[in-house]
């Protein structure tokens, strides 16, 4: 018979020092990041299926070949073998068909001009795996950013966005209601003859024009070196400027070429959703040509040496004081690698010395 009375539980002895206190809020941290990375398994399993089944029912012309009623006839037979399962419905059955299509069309909008009803067909079958970074937000999430965009741009940004903020569906809505992708600016780039359709979309997003340096304060007449050692002693306000996302790798990380040469790049970064190196390149003064086959060289190096199997292709960013627009589209049209070149705004003080302060002190007796 059990007691029916309160009782003190007798645990074996322990001291709940500081030490304890830090580790247990590790493992708790640890449990929740491993409950976070299952959902994002299990939704990604999920939208992998629904990717295929949109994809399917286009590649397969399903409507040309078993009929106009085929989606819900699928709906229904999809229903009857599964009953406890509530994505087959009619609805969320064209909505798969117009998610994979929407994607599908855009990319072959951007990579071909004129009459596309004789390419559309095979391409659309091209497009066979559903992009990595789709399954780390939601169904419904999808289902909006493809009802409401308007191009591929648009609704790439947006998934960026959802991820980086870790927007609520309310939150997108809002945001996209608001017009939010129309009021960024974005960088130059040559990024759509340089990387494959989607990933050039992916990789514009997390690039933008002009970065605000105004976080720092710098003198006048500064050059490359003091804007780098004002960024990294400001890192933190650095990678907010960035936008979320990315993680510091390093500054000037040595490159030592065989012959015992060696390079410098000046700041290395790693963006975690989209698994890509960007290598950023400072320069305080207006851009200038030269500047790309820098950059360009050190793109390549990241891409030999620090690449992995799993990551997208390096980008480059040059961030400069200011820029021709002609001027830099000209010379990044024959460089091999994806760059991008962006402006910098901030704010410059001079510095007076005591002896400057005292001088006008004077003055003024």
Not at 314 to 326: A, E, M, P, Q
């Amino acid at each position: 018979m059990e007691d029916s009375k309160p009782t003190f539980i007798i645990r074996e002895a322990s001291t709940a020092d500081k030490d304890y206190v830090l580790w247990l809020s590790e493992v708790k941290e640890r449990v929740r990041q491993c409950q976070i990375k299952a959902a994002v398994r299990v939704n990604t399993a999920m939208l992998e299926l629904y990717w295929g089944i949109g994809r399917d029912l286009v590649t397969m012309k399903a409507e040309q070949k078993w009929g106009a009623g085929v989606t819900r006839q699928f709906s229904l037979d999809m229903r009857r073998e599964f009953p406890g399962e509530t994505g087959y419905s009619y609805t969320n059955v064209k909505n798969m068909k117009r998610w994979y299509l929407f994607y599908a069309e855009h990319i072959i909008k951007g990579q071909h001009h004129g009459d596309l009803s004789q390419k559309k067909s095979h391409q659309l079958g091209d497009l066979l795996e559903m992009p990595d970074i789709f399954g780390m937000i939601p169904w419904r999430h999808h289902v909006h950013i493809v009802s409401k965009a308007t191009s591929l741009e648009e609704a790439i940004y947006y998934v960026n966005e959802t991820i980086e903020g870790n927007w609520s569906r309310s939150m997108l809505e809002d945001s996209m209601a608001k017009g939010a992708f129309k009021a960024q600016s974005k960088a130059l780039t040559n990024f759509s003859t340089k990387l494959p359709a989607l990933q050039s979309r992916l990789a514009q997003e997390i690039l933008k024009d002009p970065y605000n340096f105004d976080f720092l304060t710098m003198k006048q007449d500064y050059d490359e070196k003091d804007l780098e050692e004002a960024l990294i002693s400001n890192i933190t306000n650095f990678l907010l400027e960035l936008g979320q996302g990315f993680a510091f790798v390093g500054r000037q990380k040595e490159l030592r070429m065989p012959d015992g040469t060696s390079f410098f790049p000046d700041l290395l970064f790693y963006h975690i959703p989209q698994k890509r190196y960007l290598v950023v390149d400072l320069k305080a003064v207006k851009y200038v040509p030269e500047f790309a086959g820098k950059i360009n060289f050190y793109v390549t190096a990241v891409d030999k040496l620090l690449r992995g199997e799993s990551d997208n292709p390096t980008v480059g960013l040059i961030i400069c004081k200011s820029y021709d627009k002609t001027i830099v589209e000209w010379s990044l049209q024959d460089i091999s690698k994806p760059l991008g070149v962006a402006a910098y705004q901030l704010q410059e003080v001079v510095e007076r010395t005591v002896a400057e302060l005292e001088l006008k002190a004077k003055g003024r007796k």
